[in-house]
C-alpha cells in the first residue's frame, strides 16, 4: 500500500518572507545610494562649469588689458562719432584756377600725336631697304623707326606708349595682332635726328644712330594693366619713356623687342591699336 510522502520544499514560508525582507531591504540601500552618488555627479558638474566660466571670462579681460596695453588701440565709439571720422573729400582748391589758366594760356588738353613716319630695318639682312608705311613687325632681329616732329606743345612731358584696346574693341574696329613671347617690356631707344626724307626709305646699316635707353613699354591691354595696382601712375614712373617735350619737337626713336615677335598694322583710326606718342597734363 502506497505510504503519503510530503514533497519537500526548498524555503519555508518563513524563510520565503524573510527573503524577500531582506530583497527589498537591499534595493532600497542601492536606490540610496545611487541617488547619493547622482546628487554628488551634479553637484561636482555644475561646480566644474561654474569654474570654467570664471577661467573663461578672466582670460578674456587680460588679453582685452594685454591688446590694449601694447597695441593702444582707440576705444570704440558712438555711430556718431565713427561717422564723424572718416575723411570727407573736398575738390582742389586750385581745380578752378587750374582752368582759368589754362583758358588764358590757350592750353589745349593733352593730346596723342600719330607718327609721321614708321619703317621696318632688319639685322638679318642689314642691307635691305624698306618703305615707310603701317606695317609694324617686332622681334629679335626686327626693330622699328618711328619718327615725330611737330609744332609747338601745351605740355611740358610727353612719353612713348604702347595702345592695346580691349577684344570687343578690336574686333568692332577690325584690328588685330600676333603676339609671341614677353611683350611687357618693349624697348624704346632714342636715336640722333637726321633728315626725315631719309627715313622713308631704311635699312639696317644705315639706320640713325642710337643714342641712350629711354626705357620700355608694356604692349598688353589697357584694361588687364588697369587691373594691376602695381601700374597706377606708371606714367610718371621708371620705366614709362618720359621726355621733355616744350616747343617744337622733333623726335626720333627706334622701338626693340629681343624677346618676343609682334606684328599688326598700325593705322589711324579708332580704336587705336600701336605706339604713340602722349602728352603728360
Request: proline share 7%.
Amino acid at each position: 500500500m502506497p505510504e503519503y510522502v510530503l514533497l519537500s520544499r526548498s524555503t519555508s514560508p518563513r524563510e520565503h518572507e524573510n527573503e524577500e525582507s531582506e530583497s527589498l531591504l537591499s534595493g532600497g540601500q542601492l536606490l540610496q545610494k545611487s541617488t547619493v552618488y547622482n546628487s554628488h555627479n551634479r553637484t561636482t558638474f555644475v561646480w566644474l562649469t561654474i569654474l570654467m566660466v570664471v577661467i573663461a571670462i578672466s582670460t578674456a579681460a587680460v588679453l582685452q588689458i594685454y591688446i590694449s596695453t601694447t597695441f593702444r588701440l582707440e576705444p570704440i565709439g558712438s555711430p556718431v562719432d565713427v561717422t564723424a571720422a572718416f575723411r570727407m573729400l573736398q575738390p582742389s582748391p586750385n581745380l578752378e584756377k587750374g582752368r582759368k589758366t589754362a583758358f588764358q594760356m590757350n592750353l589745349r588738353g593733352p593730346e596723342v600725336v600719330f607718327p609721321g613716319i614708321m619703317v621696318r630695318v632688319n639685322a638679318a639682312e642689314p642691307d635691305r631697304r624698306y618703305q615707310y608705311g603701317s606695317s609694324v613687325v617686332l622681334g629679335p632681329s626686327d626693330s622699328m623707326i618711328y619718327h615725330w616732329r611737330i609744332g609747338h606743345r601745351s605740355w611740358p612731358k610727353c612719353y612713348i606708349n604702347a595702345w592695346v584696346p580691349s577684344p570687343d574693341e578690336l574686333v568692332q574696329g577690325n584690328k588685330s595682332y600676333a603676339a609671341e613671347g614677353d611683350v611687357t617690356a618693349i624697348e624704346i631707344w632714342k636715336l640722333s635726328n637726321p633728315d626725315p626724307e631719309s627715313l622713308r626709305m631704311m635699312s639696317w646699316n644705315i639706320r640713325p644712330e642710337r643714342l641712350s635707353l629711354m626705357g620700355t613699354v608694356n604692349f598688353t591691354s589697357r584694361y588687364v594693366q588697369n587691373s594691376v595696382h602695381e601700374l597706377d601712375g606708371q606714367q610718371l614712373k621708371w620705366p614709362t619713356p618720359l621726355f621733355s617735350c616744350s616747343g617744337m619737337l622733333n623726335i626720333t626713336i627706334e622701338i626693340v623687342c629681343t624677346s618676343c615677335r609682334l606684328q599688326f598694322e598700325q593705322i589711324f583710326s579708332f580704336p587705336a591699336l600701336g605706339f604713340e606718342l602722349v602728352e603728360l597734363a
